[in-house]
């Protein structure tokens, strides 16, 4: 069974996650001048990253696995815990959709307030006095709009107030990421200029 905090502490605990993407953005932005980002993302420590990463699983220390196990239970226990409450990415995320073209727009006249929407939410979202679903927790699962049994009540909301089809979000996104990847292809940012002997020789200092 899924447990939905109460709202006196589901709130504090999704502000946890912005705590941490304001540290990041401070130390990054304000901390560290554009010579001292350049360097880092140019050291041997940076350029392992993802080598370190995989030996990290790899090799679990104790602490590591009773992160790890206690981050399954809660994630079983509670959806989404990890995006919900402590990933400064979906912090991130979160506050750019507020510039997304696209809301989800509720018809409070036809609604007949079964709160089926609420219910099959997995960010336990308080839809239906809402008017537009503009919130920073919204993942775009469009749940809400396939188990309203009133068609038209919730639907996705365009450009110029237009009703949209659905899956223009996840098509989108597709696009979206095709678009990025050929621009980085085209632009040779694809592929990593350092070359490969530097990377065996940083390997090999981890194995």
Same mark, same amino acid.
């Given at each position: *069974?899924?447990?939905?905090?109460? @709202?006196?502490?589901?709130?504090?605990?999704?502000?946890? =996650?912005?705590?941490?993407?304001?540290? +990041?953005?401070?130390?990054?932005?304000? @901390? *560290?001048?554009?010579?001292?980002?350049?360097?880092?993302?140019?050291?041997?420590?940076?350029?392992?990253?993802?080598?370190?990463?995989? =030996?990290?699983?790899?090799?679990?220390?104790?602490?590591?696995? !009773?992160?790890?196990? $206690?981050?399954?239970?809660?994630?079983?226990?509670?959806?989404? +815990?990890?995006?919900?409450?402590? $990933?400064?990415?979906?912090?991130?995320?979160?506050?750019?959709?507020?510039?997304?073209?696209?809301?989800? =727009? %509720?018809?409070?006249?036809?609604?007949?307030?079964?709160?089926?929407?609420?219910?099959?939410?997995?960010?336990?979202?308080?839809? !239906?006095?809402?008017?537009?679903?503009?919130?920073?927790?919204?993942?775009?699962?469009?749940?809400?709009?396939?188990?309203?049994?009133?068609?038209?009540?919730? +639907?996705?909301?365009?450009?110029?107030? =237009?009703?949209?089809?659905?899956?223009?979000?996840?098509?989108? !996104?597709?696009?979206?990421?095709?678009?990025?990847?050929?621009?980085?292809?085209?632009?040779? %940012?694809? !592929?990593?200029?350092?070359?490969?002997?530097?990377?065996?020789?940083?390997?090999?200092?981890?194995?």
């Amino acid at each position: *069974m899924i447990l939905r905090p109460p @709202k006196w502490i589901n709130l504090p605990l999704c502000s946890i =996650k912005y705590l941490l993407l304001g540290f +990041f953005i401070y130390f990054i932005f304000f @901390k *560290m001048s554009p010579l001292q980002v350049e360097a880092f993302l140019k050291s041997p420590y940076n350029l392992v990253a993802d080598v370190k990463m995989l =030996k990290f699983f790899l090799d679990p220390s104790r602490i590591t696995l !009773t992160t790890l196990a $206690c981050l399954v239970v809660l994630s079983v226990s509670i959806g989404n +815990f990890w995006c919900r409450y402590l $990933c400064p990415y979906g912090a991130l995320l979160g506050l750019l959709a507020y510039a997304s073209p696209f809301q989800i =727009k %509720h018809n409070q006249e036809t609604c007949i307030n079964c709160m089926k929407c609420e219910k099959t939410c997995p960010m336990s979202i308080e839809i !239906t006095n809402k008017t537009i679903l503009r919130s920073p927790e919204c993942i775009g699962c469009l749940d809400c709009i396939s188990k309203c049994p009133v068609k038209g009540s919730l +639907f996705l909301q365009g450009p110029c107030n =237009k009703k949209v089809w659905p899956f223009v979000i996840p098509i989108g !996104t597709i696009i979206t990421i095709l678009i990025f990847w050929l621009a980085a292809r085209a632009t040779n %940012h694809w !592929t990593s200029a350092i070359p490969p002997e530097a990377f065996k020789q940083l390997y090999s200092a981890l194995f």
